[in-house]
């Protein structure tokens, strides 16, 4: 079942046209890997999604309810959490109160069952729970923006770029644990990521996007795997 569908989205930044007719959709329960070169227009794709930009034409769709024309709080407020390129931690605020932020629509009483959750998942978090975010790792404020992201309960998550800048052992570290959200939490994963190798390891299904448009899509494995797909659009 599509937990999310855009159906020939076009959208850009006012005049400028970037996604031109696309078609995507993300399974309840899985992992969508979204690759292509710089520009392709992937970051673009999420913030459509977001409600970041205007959708010029066509429809998003996120459990059945159209999202086209919803501002962005309430996008969220549906369960779609976006973790944004450059991961958008509050340098000046601890990793407590980053994760407290991530959790501000809430009003249930496990929010603190849950930092204590993602405290204990994430360890490195947990050392450092007082210590201000800016004063981290790159790789550390990376986790932090996913355990924010995971506070809020989403239902969908949304990943931008998120190994960008990471050394690639804490990419992998990463990657694995985004698998291992999807495997024993059931998070359901929109990832947009350059390493198309490591991002197609944990995906289910991956989509190439070239100026705008879908060029490529198919089950990760047989991606990955697809000498000639590899060779055009994903550089290993």
């Known amino acids: 079942m599509s937990l999310l569908e855009l159906r020939d989205v076009a959208g850009g930044y006012g005049p400028v046209r970037v996604l ?49 024309g919803r501002p962005p709080e309430a996008i969220a407020r549906l369960g779609i959490a976006h973790v944004p390129q450059g991961r958008g931690t509050f340098a000046d605020l601890t990793v407590e109160d980053n994760l407290r932020i991530g959790a501000i629509n809430r009003r249930d009483r496990d929010v603190e069952r849950d930092l204590r959750h993602w405290l204990e998942v994430f360890p490195r978090l ?38 960008l800048g990471l050394a690639p052992l804490v990419t992998r ?25 490591l991002a197609l390891e944990i995906g289910h299904w991956g ?21 000639a797909v590899r060779k055009a659009y994903l550089g290993f």
């Not at 969508?32 to 034409?57: E, F, H, M, P, Q």
């Not at 947990?126 to 355990?147: H, N, P």
């Not at 190439?208 to 795997?225: C, F, K, N, S, Y």
């Open 173 to 197: 570290e990463l990657f694995d644990r985004l698998a291992e959200l999807n495997r024993e939490e059931g998070l359901t994963i929109l990832v947009v990521e350059q390493n198309a190798n």
């Open 207 to 227: 989509y190439v996007l070239e100026t705008g448009r879908i060029a490529v899509q198919g089950p990760a494995a047989e991606l990955h795997d697809d000498d």
């Open 126 to 163: 947990g050392e450092r729970r007082d210590q201000e975010a800016g004063s981290m790792s790159g790789g550390e404020q990376q986790m932090l923006a996913l355990a924010r992201a995971m506070m809020a309960r989403p239902k969908l998550l949304l990943l931008d770029e998120p190994s």
């Open 20 to 68: 031109h007719d696309i078609d995507l959709s993300v399974e309840e329960g899985q992992v969508a890997v979204v690759l292509g070169a710089n520009g392709a227009g992937k970051t673009t794709t999420l913030r459509a999604i977001s409600g970041l930009l205007d959708v010029v034409s066509g429809d998003i769709r996120f459990a059945g309810t159209s999202l086209v």
